[in-house]
């Protein structure tokens, strides 16, 4: 028997309520809240929350001597066209030059690593 259920996976950054949207515009759903937590709600999914983190740092990729700590994975049909749409919304690319691989790394606009597989 658990001991719990998970209720949100939250992302420390320096400005919620943007990063809220970015990841709206990736996922679908709808933006809830202001100031130093915002929620994400997911149609069908997990919700998504926001945290304002001063002095926020964002992890390194790869970094064999830091931890990433976390990294979300984003199932898609299409790797070109779900990479054009998150690079758009400001995404940078970590690891996407491999083209024969079903994955891609890429970092949110506040420096979270994601990846989008066609898995």
């Known amino acids: 028997m658990a001991l719990a259920e998970l209720g949100v996976v939250v992302l420390d950054c320096p400005d919620p309520r943007a990063l809220a949207g970015f990841y709206a515009e990736v996922l679908g759903g709808t933006v809830e809240g202001e100031g130093d937590w915002v929620d994400l709600k997911v149609p069908g999914g ?44 400001g995404a940078k690319p970590l690891d996407a030059d491999d083209r024969s691989r079903s994955w891609r790394v890429y970092a949110d606009p506040a420096g979270h690593p994601f990846c989008l597989c066609a898995c």
Do not use: I, M, N, Y
Request: glycine share 4%; aromatic share 6%; hydrophobic share 45%.
């Open 46 to 89: 997990q919700s998504l929350a926001f945290q304002a983190a001063p002095g926020h740092v964002p992890p390194k990729w790869p970094a064999p001597a830091a931890s990433q700590q976390f990294h979300l994975d984003l199932t898609v049909d299409d790797l070109d066209s779900a990479e054009q749409g998150v690079l758009t919304l």
